[in-house]
């Protein structure tokens, strides 16, 4: 792969102060040449040094000026010999600078390419390749703390050292296997169940932050639930504080979902306003209260608003207990008005459900659902010092947590240490494979094609 030299535009398509067409390969420096105009070629110019000079087509006329530097290999972002070409910004200076350097036997690089090259040259594992797009997607100050965190190998590192102590304990069980007619072992049984209960218990740390990293990264999806003109287009405008939905007396007002986002202790919610769910004739209506029920089963957390100034309708109670079997917030709105639904009446009918207290209208409680929402998805855990990390990354981790907790089943129901070792094996495969030692094209195809062309 690196013996193509491959460009791309690096900065976005479009008007702008500047646009930067970055090249990585070998031989990448003279192709540049090519295009510049200079007396001086960028190969005669010292690493890193930035300097002004002209850019000409395959006509020989300059159409544009531009800042150009080089980086050698190993001290470039993909590890290879690259260079970097700031023109201006605009639609036309990157496109064409893109394409005389195509002419000149460049290629278009594909989404993500120069980071999967800095990853196959061994500048940084897969989990910092990761976390450089868990940057540039980055919605609050948290989640951008927690992906650098990651970009800079401090998790690399966490990972690192619960590999080697499995790596270790799976020797030591080798040995114990191999050996039995050394009595007790190598180590005593009462001492491989603490060395497991020690892993399991640093696995479950590690895990629990990069949990709170996956929230900051990722967001949640919280539904509006309830029937008609119970205030859920009013909630959906104070959570977001402006008039996104509308809101008229008349039920049924809202026929399809409106999805928006908003951001509270650094926590992406995306918040979706749905169709008011009743028994009904009309067809489109109908359509809407069908796509409603599709939002809450897709959700992460449905939020079901009742209006508190009327009792609870059969149809009500019957939706709630439907809604009740998941994730979710009781919100009884309309708290200005005078009360014909308590919230006493309500845990007497939903004993386990959290329920905030609002008016939606007067924007009051508005801030204390905010908070509800965020400790209902993180579980009531702090979300500060989390790892910035993939769902794909999450999943390597608890698997390989299982497998230490299968094996410490193993040895205490003493099924056999080949019993034990195989399950540790499978979870050092699980790390492995997190920071990509062992990967397939398949895994970097399927990693790096959600990065954007020319990063």
Known sequence: MSEEIIAALATAWGESGIAIVRLSGEGCVDLADKIIASKKTLAERPPRFMSLTGLRGRNGETFDEALVVRFEAGSSYTGEESAEIQCHGGRLAGQKCLEELCAQGARLALPGEFTRRAFVNRRIDLSQAEAVLGVIEARSDEALAASARTLQGSFAEEIKKFLSALTNLAAQLEVDLDFPEEGEGYLTKEEKISLMNKLILEGGELLSRCRSGLILREGVRAAIAGRPNVGKSSLLNALLREERAIVTPTPGTTRDAIEETFVHKGVPIRIIDTAGIRKTSDEVESLGVDRSLRSIKGADLTLWVVDASEKLTDEEKELGRKIAGGRHIIVLNKSDLPAAVTKTALRSLFPDSPIIQLSALRREGVDE????????????????????????????????????????????????EDVSISCIAEARSQLSSLLGLDCTEDLLDAVFSKFCVGK
Request: aromatic content about 2%.
């Open 369 to 416: 659902l905010k908070d509800k929402i965020v400790d209902e998805i993180s579980g009531g855990c702090s979300l500060s010092g989390g790892y910035g990390v993939t769902a794909r990354q999450t999943e390597c981790l608890a698997s390989a947590l299982a497998a230490v907790k299968e094996a410490l089943g193993a040895l205490k129901e003493e099924l056999g």
